[in-house]
């Protein structure tokens, strides 16, 4: 299994980014496939979350209302839509997949991706 994320970049405040995940592999395996973020000096944290068959999704309180994300099965694609992006969204982003049906912590994703800078400017 292969995740590869891209999209990031730099944004001025208010302004908006939009994350790609590529999946590859055995992807029929996947559960959920989720996006976390990780400040220098912060913990990884859990920012949203989407089953790979569709009907769930999930969000993290500091981005629910800004943040969507979505998926493309046909092109083995997940996304992550953010809009109205403040400086605290600053962090490299990462997504992942998991088997289990388990969403929101980072210990119960098997496979991840390299990760993709975001940097939010004020």
């Known amino acids: 299994v292969q995740l590869q994320a891209s999209g990031g970049g730099l944004v001025q405040a208010g302004g908006s980014l939009r994350l790609s995940c590529a999946a590859s592999?055995?992807?029929?395996?996947?559960?959920?496939i989720g996006w976390f973020r990780q400040a220098p000096g912060k913990e990884r944290e859990f920012v949203a979350a989407i089953r790979w068959g569709g009907g769930s999704l999930y969000y993290a309180d500091p981005v629910r209302g800004r943040f969507t994300i979505s998926r493309d099965n046909a092109k083995s694609t997940v996304f992550l839509q953010m809009n109205s992006l403040k400086p605290e969204d600053t962090a490299v982003y990462y997504c992942?997949?998991?088997?289990?049906?388990?969403?929101?912590?980072?210990?119960?994703?098997?496979?991840w991706g390299q990760g993709t800078q975001v940097t939010v400017s004020s």
């Open positions: 992942a997949a998991e088997r289990s049906g388990r969403t929101t912590a980072a210990d119960d994703y098997d496979y």
């Open positions: 592999g055995r992807t029929f395996s996947f559960y959920y």
